[in-house]
């Protein structure tokens, strides 16, 4: 009998000390997680929303490869930590780093405001995939790259279906211009 699948979305933690996240930070992941195909989800238990100092001591010690070189987690954005006999595989969104990373303006315009959070959640769930669902041999990062690309074009295609009339009205009344300067 086959079994079924997991519906359910990964649980969000947040463990902040000494640190007030961006109002609505939570809200704006949940939002980037409902455009997420549950069968990518399948297997990933945690997403927890941290900041440098809400990290142990252990933790804050501890590096991570990243494009063939190890850098300390405390520089890190996020980390993807895979399921092992003991733990279930979990996401680290590093908030604070996010957060110094993007302009503070750019959480007020409704666009830009997942742009940042989404590069590095979608990242980090492209690792997930690549190791549990869709294995593929070749430099992991350049895996996870191309997963965040494709689930961040199906968040802009399904957020943002009302921009589509729009920007083709758009690239049809630019398109001559264009033309008569070249």
Known sequence: ??????????????????FEPPPNFRQ???????????????????IVLTNRVGL???????????????????????SYWA??????????????NICAAESPWWRSVPILRYMKPSDV???EIGHHISKVHRPEHSERENVAEDWSRKLWGRFI??????LYPVLYMFTRLLSPLVKWMK
């Open 28 to 46: 704006t992941i949940e939002i980037l997680l409902k455009y997420v195909h549950p069968k990518y989800l399948v297997g990933l238990k945690t």
């Open 1 to 18: 009998m086959p079994q079924a699948l997991e519906t359910t979305a990964p649980e969000i933690v947040e463990s902040y000390r000494d």
């Open 56 to 78: 142990t001591r252990d933790q804050r010690k501890r590096k991570i490869w990243s494009r063939n070189r190890k850098i300390p987690l405390t520089d890190a954005h996020g």
């Open 121 to 123: 959640l979608y990242h």
């Open 157 to 162: 295609r399904k957020h943002n279906w009302y």
């Open 83 to 96: 399921a092992s006999k003991s733990s279930q595989a979990a996401v680290w969104l590093y908030v604070d």
